[in-house]
T-cell receptor
């Protein structure tokens, strides 16, 4: 158990809909990262938050948005969903104290758009 | 453009042999490089981290090398076991300190009894 909790584990929704994925980082971790992994694809970096502030953006679509709340949990909002958005979405957290440490990943949310 | 390359083909080896996986990168100057293991449908799990001023790092049966001149890291698993079968991902920290980890596509390792 990595200590990172993602909910829900599975999500099936229709095209055009909007969903929210939730991530609770490990206790004490200030950084949260979101990644998308499509079938047989690598992990695509979407966005990073540190202590409530956006720190880095990757290949995140304009239809997607995220935020990190004061209690450090994070949500990834996906709207106007398309079939191609079907993927595993991972959240990871790290201490990010300035000394590089590993990232701890949650078990992911499997999103299926039908 | 910036790229991280790992062997896309699966690596098949016999139990007990040493598995060697390669990670090459271009147009990055990472301060750190990390290796993760991912099992199907699961989140990646951290294995090893190596800094740019380190040539080699070991942990039990695992060894990582980091050559910043060649822009390459090698990941070795000695005395491999079927339980080592998984996809192995390399990740570069390209900002240092804020863990902006960019991942390679991974190499699938299959260890046969």
């Amino acid at each position: 158990d990595s200590g990172v909790t993602q909910t829900p584990k599975h999500l099936i929704t229709a095209t055009g809909q909007r969903v929210t994925l939730r991530c609770s980082p490990r206790s004490g971790d200030l950084s949260v990262y979101w990644y998308q992994q499509s079938l047989d694809q690598g992990l695509q970096f979407l966005i990073q938050y540190y202590n409530g502030e956006e720190r880095a953006k990757g290949n995140i679509l304009e239809r997607f948005s995220a935020q990190q709340f004061p209690d450090l949990h994070s949500e990834l909002n996906l709207s106007s969903l398309e079939l191609g958005d079907s993927a595993l979405y991972f959240c990871a957290s790290s201490v990010a104290t300035g000394l590089n440490t590993e990232a701890f990943f949650g078990q992911g949310t499997r999103l299926t758009v039908v | 453009s910036q790229k991280i390359e790992q062997n896309s083909e699966a690596l098949n080896i016999q139990e007990g042999k040493t598995a060697t996986l390669t990670c090459n990168y271009t147009n990055y100057s990472p301060a750190y490089l990390q290796w993760y293991r991912q099992d199907p449908g699961r989140g990646p799990v951290f294995l090893l981290l190596i800094r740019e001023n380190e040539k080699e790092k070991r942990k039990e049966r695992l060894k990582v090398t980091f050559d910043t001149t060649l822009k390459q890291s090698l990941f070795h698993i000695t005395a491999s076991q079927p339980a080592d079968s998984a996809t192995y991902l390399c990740a570069l920290d390209i900002t240092g300190g804020y863990n902006k980890l960019i991942f390679g596509a991974g190499t699938r390792l299959a260890v046969h009894p």
